[in-house]
């Protein structure tokens, strides 16, 4: 068979295969529905920001959750809503891709991250944003160490301007690292995004399934949210792949399909981290020691042998060691690694 012969009886099997699917953005993890599902600490959210285009004084926020517990989805579909119904301007930045105050501000202003310094940036930010504004920072933890103070939080309470900040973190101890000036002005009031249960899974992917298929199996969306319960740590976009991969692949078993979507998340990861946080993961995979003093002891003789600069141990442990249940940097990367290599009976236990 040649190139273009397999190639249209590839395409032909896979059209065969995907006949369900109505529309693929449901699956897409950026895709945001008209009506998300509604919870307690979006009701608080809008509050605290009805309140602010009344007043004019802002109530800033720390979001606190884990992976696919919603955050970013809520705060994306508040941002749509509440343009559209107050007079508050929302500006959205993701510190994993503007990893710096002037990064952040140069997005913001859409102009390029050069020729000016922070201060230019800023009051060009005060222009255009004269009025009351919420600035969304999501993933806030992830701004490079190079901006350990978060020059932009201090900036912005400070700000003569009406700014109300919203942070989003997986991170339980972002306010921790957060230097005592800026705490002082910020004084944010964490809100705590609690995982999805099976109920709440069961509406999200029902909804997405009404949304892309032209039809569908309930018991099978029942399977895939307690799944996701149980063994994927209420991942949202761990049950989104896994009804994806449910219904373009319908001959391979549920349980399959569910296990493949939650390696992909994992990898998925992975990926993302720096590389100084991929050299925490190699120290980790390769330590003969669970302990976190050692794993940072074998992570400093790695940085050093490639000519790099490592954390101090007061940086590198705050990261670290952190609730299990929630975001345990150093075994959740530990995990990362020896499920890489095989073992992946801790990476179970912490998901």
Not at 173 to 201: C, G
Not at 289 to 296: P, V
Request: with cysteine; hydrophobic share 40%.
């Amino acid at each position: 068979m040649d190139v273009a012969a397999y190639l249209r009886k590839q395409r032909e099997h896979l059209d065969r295969q995907t006949r369900q699917v109505r529309d693929f953005s449901v699956f897409d993890f950026g895709y945001i529905p008209d009506q998300p599902l509604m919870r307690p600490e979006a009701r608080q959210l809008i509050q605290a920001m009805l309140r602010f285009e009344l007043s004019g004084i802002p109530n800033h926020h720390a979001v606190i959750g884990s992976r696919g517990s919603g955050k970013t989805l809520t705060l994306k579909h508040l941002r749509r809503v509440v343009e559209a119904e107050t007079k508050l301007e929302v500006a959205y930045a993701n510190c994993r891709q503007h990893n710096t105050s002037f990064k952040i501000l140069a997005h913001l202003l859409s102009v390029a991250a050069r020729g000016a310094s922070l201060a230019e940036l800023y009051d060009r930010f005060c222009c255009q944003y004269p009025d009351k504004t919420v600035v969304v920072l999501d993933e806030v933890d992830l701004m490079s160490p190079k901006d350990r103070r978060r020059e932009i939080l201090y900036l912005l309470s400070r700000s003569e301007n009406p700014y109300m900040v919203i942070m989003l973190s997986n991170n339980p101890r972002v306010l921790k690292e957060l230097d005592a000036a800026t705490i002082s002005s910020l004084q944010p009031v964490p809100l705590y995004f609690r995982n999805y249960n099976a109920d709440q899974f069961l509406e999200i992917i029902r909804d997405r399934a009404s949304k892309g298929l032209h039809t569908w199996d309930e018991g099978q969306l029942a399977e895939i949210a307690g799944l996701s319960v149980r063994l994927a740590n209420s991942d949202a976009r761990v049950a989104i792949k896994s009804l994806q991969y449910a219904v373009t692949e319908p001959e391979t078993a549920l349980r399959e399909s569910f296990e493949r979507a939650r390696q992909d998340t994992v990898v998925d990861m992975v990926n993302d981290l720096s590389d100084s946080n991929l050299t925490i993961l190699e120290a980790a995979s390769t330590s003969r020691s669970d302990l976190a003093k050692d794993i940072y002891l074998r992570y400093c003789q790695m940085s050093q042998s490639r000519g790099e600069k490592p954390f101090s141990y007061m940086y590198f442990y705050p990261e670290s060691v952190t609730p299990a249940c929630v975001c345990c940097r150093v075994w959740l990367t530990t995990s990362y690694a020896r499920a890489r290599t095989g073992h992946s009976a801790m990476l179970r236990a912490v998901l």
